[in-house]
């Protein structure tokens, strides 16, 4: 069974850091694009950040360009988001996610393995 399991996420000050995990089980994604997508209350699920299968190619939303930065372990079949300057309007359920394709993208149609969300809080 494919899985992605998201961790990492927390409650944390503004200003402060949180790194997130997803682990894929089930099937090797070395080939496939990955990305972190948010949903903030009340909003729709929005792109943060994606890598190519090599993880020499990154694209990241303007709202965390230079402040977040994703990664991949292709041997460890996980990909990683370092949040750092956190801001209160970065609070949401953050998502992982697996392309079907190995370019990255940042729209949600081209991913179609999901995880189930982790929560980051950030306080004021």
């Known amino acids: 069974q494919v899985q992605l399991v998201e961790s990492g996420g927390g409650l944390v000050q503004a200003g402060g850091s949180l790194r997130l995990s997803c682990a894929a089980s089930?099937?090797?994604?070395?080939?496939?694009?990955r990305a972190w997508f948010r949903q903030a209350p009340g909003k729709e699920r929005d792109f943060v950040a994606s890598i190519n299968s090599s993880g020499y190619t990154t694209y990241y939303a303007d709202s965390v360009k230079g402040r977040f930065t994703i990664s991949r372990d292709n041997a460890k079949n996980t990909v990683y988001l370092q949040m750092n300057s956190l801001k209160p309007e970065d609070t949401a359920v953050y998502y992982c996610?697996?392309?079907?394709?190995?370019?990255?993208?940042?729209?949600?149609?081209?991913?179609?393995?999901w995880g189930q969300g982790t929560q980051v809080t950030v306080s004021s």
């Open positions: 089930g099937r090797t994604f070395s080939s496939y694009a």
């Open positions: 996610a697996v392309s079907r394709w190995a370019t990255t993208s940042w729209s949600s149609e081209d991913y179609n393995i």
